[in-house]
């Protein structure tokens, strides 16, 4: 069982942070980048991209909140157990987990529902980059600050995957050890068998040695 819910914890961190990292299309335009290199070019993409986000299947929101939330719950399940590992591992990937959720729901969606579910988009394909509007001062901060916000995310989700890799190797420590003392215990037991055989063999040659004697002396 613990195989198991470590197996879902892993999985859906796992698929959260994919989703983090194809944001890394419109962030690694903005992120680390000197006011100089952000162009309105490099904005309105990372902006486009955005508001392309907010124009999707509802459907998928779900799925991914559903998602998050299996494995919230599932850290959460394995505290019960009230080992100290569990209490380790899974104390810290639950306050990692939660940061994330945190800064996701009350930074990133208030951020992309405000400034980008009705942004228009300024141009298409076709659309000569040359001619492209300013672009506008009050969503220079929020793009940038979506970008900071996934990154934070992308590390704290990486940090549950590291927390939940010491578990398994902790475990996994145990049980080695766990069989080594089996083993030990058994080659304990062989040798006190064995000594124990040897005191009947030589009680039985004893005896056998007196008998005779005996017969000796009465004949």
Same mark, same amino acid.
């Given at each position: 069982?613990?195989g198991l819910?470590?197996?879902v ?5 796992a698929?959260?942070?994919g989703l983090?990292?194809?944001?890394w299309?419109?962030?690694s /335009?903005? #992120?680390w980048k000197?006011?100089? @290199?952000? $162009?309105?070019l490099r904005?309105?993409?990372?902006? &486009?991209?955005?508001a392309?986000?907010m124009?999707?299947?509802?459907q ?7 998602i ?9 399940w394995?505290?019960r157990d009230g080992?100290a ?5 899974d104390?810290g ?5 939660l940061t994330?959720?945190?800064v996701y ?5 208030p951020?992309?529902s405000a400034n980008?579910?009705? /942004?228009? #988009?300024?141009?298409s394909?076709? @659309?000569? $980059? ?7 001062p &009050? ?12 990154l934070v ?7 549950v ?11 996994q420590?145990d049980?080695?050890e ?5 083993e030990?215990?058994?080659?304990r037991?062989?040798d ?14 004893g ?7 005996a017969?000796a002396?009465?004949s």
């Amino acid at each position: 069982m613990a195989g198991l819910r470590m197996s879902v914890v892993v999985s859906a961190t796992a698929f959260l942070l994919g989703l983090l990292f194809t944001h890394w299309i419109a962030d690694s /335009l903005t #992120l680390w980048k000197s006011p100089e @290199t952000q $162009t309105d070019l490099r904005l309105w993409t990372a902006a &486009t991209y955005y508001a392309i986000l907010m124009h999707g299947p509802p459907q998928l929101v779900y799925l991914y909140a559903g998602i998050a939330l299996l494995g919230a719950i599932t850290i959460l399940w394995s505290l019960r157990d009230g080992r100290a590992g569990n209490l380790m591992f899974d104390g810290g990937s639950i306050f990692l987990y939660l940061t994330a959720l945190a800064v996701y729901l009350y930074s990133v969606i208030p951020n992309l529902s405000a400034n980008f579910a009705t /942004l228009p #988009l300024p141009f298409s394909s076709a @659309t000569d $980059t040359a001619h492209l509007p300013p672009f506008p001062p &009050t969503l220079r901060e929020p793009t940038l600050e979506l970008a900071s916000c996934h990154l934070v995310c992308s590390v704290v989700l990486t940090g549950v995957l590291a927390l939940q890799a010491g578990r398994w190797w902790a475990e996994q420590a145990d049980v080695d050890e766990d069989d080594g003392d089996g083993e030990e215990d058994y080659e304990r037991d062989g040798d006190e068998t064995g000594v124990e055989t040897d005191k009947t063999a030589e009680e039985a040659n004893g005896e056998v040695r007196r008998r005779e004697t005996a017969k000796a002396k009465a004949s």
